[in-house]
């Protein structure tokens, strides 16, 4: 396809600033590149007319029209929607964007490994050949304001930066220049700081043109957190199709699509698919290829999600398991995606009592170092496989022979997994038609039994593939017919649905009725979802640990009846409940048994919730919570809209 790019002032909409020649888009490519450089115009001949015309120089406006050759091309986005996206040309010399990101930057990082290599990526306009000293910080020795906002990625004098920000001295410094792009990637090696947990912040620091020292420092959540062990946990891939922000020196501009893209989630459609997240589903494709696991069709992912499926019942829990009754370390007891006990968890140098702690996405970076030990190289063959890796490894590998006994009644495993008790004289079934199993009889576990019980589990799994795809933070949201999205499976790792998955069917926009099926309570509108991610973000900066455990939004249509008023704030897909915030990160139902600390936690969330402007009303039972107002009913959770 052949395609032109326009640009324009917004002072003269109908002739453009800069036509492209004609650009070619390879023939299933999805994003393109297209540069162009504005450059400076000057009346002045002498270097002091210039500088005079440079701080005079007022900003101004450009939008941008894609247009295809071919007029039967199918543009998802009319030229009129990029005539209501403005791009302010200043100039300023500013640095729009700071992150940490890979070597190439096509991924934005969280986490990374103690002693392996960082990158930050720098995003400025005006700096051309500017040189730019970053200074790396552990978050102990930098304190950032009340109002971050307001100050981070903004010049301020050094001196004031010194004064009332930095706490101690740097671990590692480094320079670099601003390139053509406006833009300046630099590594960092993280085994320079002395501590191997922390978190590291990036500040900036330039010469002023009139001499002055300025500085300015990244935004506090894309801080990089360093840990002794790896994680998973990452922001979302950097992905914009168009970079004509770079070029421009003007940051980060909105994707262009020139065909009609389905949500990326969509690529990762696996069984058990609506009891995830996105992102989990994403991952689990990703592990399923470094294992080496059969790609086709995504053969092997599914394979994966039928095994975590059996290990966790379904529920696809991080915190599902044994473990979870005492959480002691030195104690037997199996927690989480794979039911990790205690040996395999000192396997993989990591503890229980950390494990139960983390998001099923953060997780998962142990699923994937599990199945990567040698013991299974080459060994995974199969479904059974995968699943004996996991419940009896030594057997792991022969998958394929139905006949070969995993173990027999002399083995304690054999009684305590009913599950494989398949041949007729190993179970029965009482008058009321309810199967039970034998104990304590002669028996076999054979690789068949394995292999029906991982099947069937695969088997259900199909009937719950995803039926909804987001993509929130990229700019795309897919909603139901309703107008809704799901906020439990929008992405964020600290948004957990502790509550049923209720079932029931629902009156259809076109009037039918659907079939009944787990169709889940925890559906809200658009920015609702956006304002409640934004505000548990900004709760996990400050209180680490916290997740938000939320149970009722609304039904997929929001006129169904669950349970709350018909026009109510839950009816309209406004409001959700959740548990209290606790310390320890696991939230109550008895705000009884809240603590001072507790309490403060919960306020601070109301109050970053009110921030976000789209939630006003918080009730709880006795006012007890600041913030909140009084309802009897509502002991045992925080109702807000």
């Avoid at 420092?217 to 004509?244: D, F, G």
């Avoid at 979870?324 to 199996?334: F, P, V």
């Avoid at 494990?355 to 953060?362: D, P, R, T």
């Avoid at 306020?603 to 006003?616: G, V």
Wanted: charged share 30%.
């Amino acid at each position: 396809m052949v395609i032109i790019l326009e640009v324009y002032n917004t002072e003269n909409k109908q002739k453009p600033l800069y036509t492209s020649e004609k650009v070619v888009v390879p023939k299933g490519s999805k994003e393109i590149c297209i540069p162009y450089t504005m450059e400076k115009t000057y009346k002045g001949k002498t270097d002091e007319e210039k500088q005079k015309e440079d701080r005079e120089r007022k900003d101004i406006q450009i939008f941008f029209k894609i247009k295809p050759v071919d007029t039967n091309l199918f543009l998802k986005y009319s030229n009129e929607e990029f005539e209501n996206n403005l791009l302010t040309i200043t100039n300023r010399g500013d640095i729009v964007e700071a992150y940490f990101c890979n070597s190439d930057d096509t991924e934005k990082q969280k986490f990374i490994e103690f002693g392996k290599v960082a990158h930050l990526k720098i995003y400025a306009t005006n700096m051309k050949g500017r040189e730019v000293e970053v200074l790396f910080f552990t978050r102990d020795k930098f304190l950032y304001s009340k109002n971050t906002t307001q100050n981070e990625l903004t010049w301020k004098l050094w001196s004031d930066i010194e004064t009332h920000n930095i706490k101690g001295e740097p671990f590692h410094s480094t320079k670099g220049k601003i390139d053509n792009k406006g833009e300046l990637l630099v590594a960092l090696d993280t085994s320079k700081c002395k501590l191997d947990k922390a978190n590291i912040i990036a500040v900036f620091k330039i010469k002023g043109k009139e001499g002055k020292e300025k500085g300015a420092y990244i935004r506090e959540w894309y801080s990089l957190i360093l840990h002794s062990y790896p994680q998973l946990t990452k922001l979302a891939e950097n992905e914009a199709a168009v970079k004509v922000g770079g070029l421009l020196g003007i940051g980060e501009v909105e994707r262009v699509e020139l065909e009609k893209k389905e949500c990326i989630c969509k690529q990762y459609d696996l069984i058990w698919g609506n009891k995830v997240s996105c992102e989990f589903r994403k991952k689990i494709v990703e592990i399923a290829k470094e294992i080496g696991l059969p790609q086709e069709k995504n053969k092997g992912a599914n394979w994966l999600m039928a095994v975590i499926a059996l290990e966790t019942a379904t529920k696809f829990s991080p915190t599902i398991g044994t473990f979870g009754k005492h959480k002691d370390d030195s104690k037997s007891g199996y927690v989480g995606l794979i039911q990790f006990g205690k040996a395999a968890a000192e396997s993989l140098d990591i503890k229980r009592s950390q494990l139960i702690k983390m998001s099923a996405e953060e997780q998962l970076t142990y699923v994937k170092a599990f199945f990567q030990q040698k013991m299974f190289e080459n060994k995974l063959k199969t479904m059974t496989d995968l699943y004996l890796a996991v419940n009896y490894p030594i057997a792991c590998g022969q998958g394929a022979n139905k006949n070969y006994v995993v173990y027999d009644d002399t083995n304690a495993a054999y009684d305590s997994n009913p599950i494989f008790k398949r041949e007729k004289d190993e179970y029965f079934f009482d008058e009321k038609g309810k199967k039970h199993y034998y104990k304590g009889r002669k028996g076999k576990s054979y690789i068949w039994e394995f292999e029906e019980a991982v099947n069937e589990l695969y088997e259900k799994g199909e009937k719950n593939r995803a039926t909804y795809f987001s993509c929130l933070g990229k700019g795309e949201l897919f909603i139901n017919e309703f107008g809704l999205v799901q906020v439990t499976k929008i992405g964020n790792p600290y948004i957990i649905n502790y509550g049923t998955e209720d079932t029931y069917s629902y009156i259809k926009k076109d009037g039918s009725k659907s079939v009944s099926a787990k169709h889940g309570d925890d559906w809200i509108k658009p920015e609702k979802a956006s304002a409640i991610s934004d505000a548990v973000y900004n709760l996990v900066k400050e209180f680490p640990n916290q997740k938000l455990h939320i149970n009722d939004c609304s039904a997929y249509n929001p006129s169904y009846n669950l349970g709350h008023s018909k026009t109510g704030a839950h009816s309209r897909g406004e409001a959700f409940d959740c548990k209290f915030f606790t310390v320890n990160g696991e939230g109550t139902n008895d705000i009884n048994s809240l603590t001072v600390e507790d309490i403060k936690i919960n306020s601070r969330f109301i109050e970053l919730l009110k921030e976000t402007k789209q939630f006003t009303v918080f009730y709880a039972d006795n006012g007890k919570i600041p913030g909140t107002k009084h309802a009897s009913n509502h002991k045992d959770h925080l109702h807000v809209n």
